[in-house]
């Protein structure tokens, strides 16, 4: 019968629309994971030129450069969101950025910022910023001023790696996670246990 069709036609497209919901989520976490991983697996001058190239040629996230006022100084950018996830008010919205900044040619830092909400006064954030040019193994900071919503989590590229990959794994569920993540310790598990008060601060050590 002709209501039989429709219903099953409505059901199809239903079924059809979730499939897609679910395919695009994959994609999005995935995005921002694969992100997340580049911020880890770069070490050196020669990984951050390999990984701006690799960002450079995705087709579906965008990556660019910009000079700073000060001539040899060059920083590349690339950002990941939940777009359609938002938008269909499915997920709050959710983002990843990753800034690789350069001096003289030489990789000076590596920022990974992940941040979930809208509210410009509670949106959940945390800030990941590894120097390359200065520093020791003991040279770790975390702030804790806006906790528990924010963290700023910054630190020498030559601690420790457990505690570098501890510091960089951001939770690509919050793109997806209904409701978001909601704070900062969802958004990075681990951050509250970084801090020590044992640990000098990188806030002395200025970076010009």
């Not at 429709?6 to 679910?22: C, K, S, T, Y």
């Not at 087709?59 to 950002?79: I, K, L």
Request: proline share 6%.
């Amino acid at each position: 019968m002709k209501w039989q069709r429709l219903l099953i036609f409505a059901i199809a497209l239903v079924a059809f629309f979730i499939l897609g919901i679910v395919v695009y989520a994959a994609h999005v976490r995935s995005s921002a994971q694969a992100l997340i991983d580049t911020a880890k697996s770069i070490r050196s001058t020669a990984d951050a030129e390999r990984e701006i190239a690799v960002w450079q040629g995705r087709t579906r996230e965008s990556a660019w450069e910009s000079v700073s006022t000060q001539p040899a100084d060059r920083s590349f950018d690339t950002r990941v969101d939940n777009g359609w996830l938002h938008r269909l008010h499915i997920c709050p919205p959710t983002a990843v950025a990753l800034t690789i900044t350069m001096r003289g040619g030489q990789l000076r830092s590596i920022i990974l910022v992940m941040f979930t909400g809208s509210d410009p006064n509670t949106t959940p954030g945390v800030w990941v910023q590894e120097w390359f040019d200065s520093g020791t193994a003991t040279d770790f900071y975390v702030k804790e001023k806006d906790k528990p919503w924010r963290a700023t989590v910054e630190f020498s590229s030559s601690v420790p790696e457990a505690e570098r990959e501890n510091a960089f794994a951001l939770n690509a569920e919050c793109f997806v996670k209904p409701g978001g993540c909601k704070n900062a310790g969802e958004i990075l598990p681990a951050v509250w246990q970084l801090a020590s008060p044992v640990r000098s601060s990188l806030r002395t050590q200025p970076h010009p």
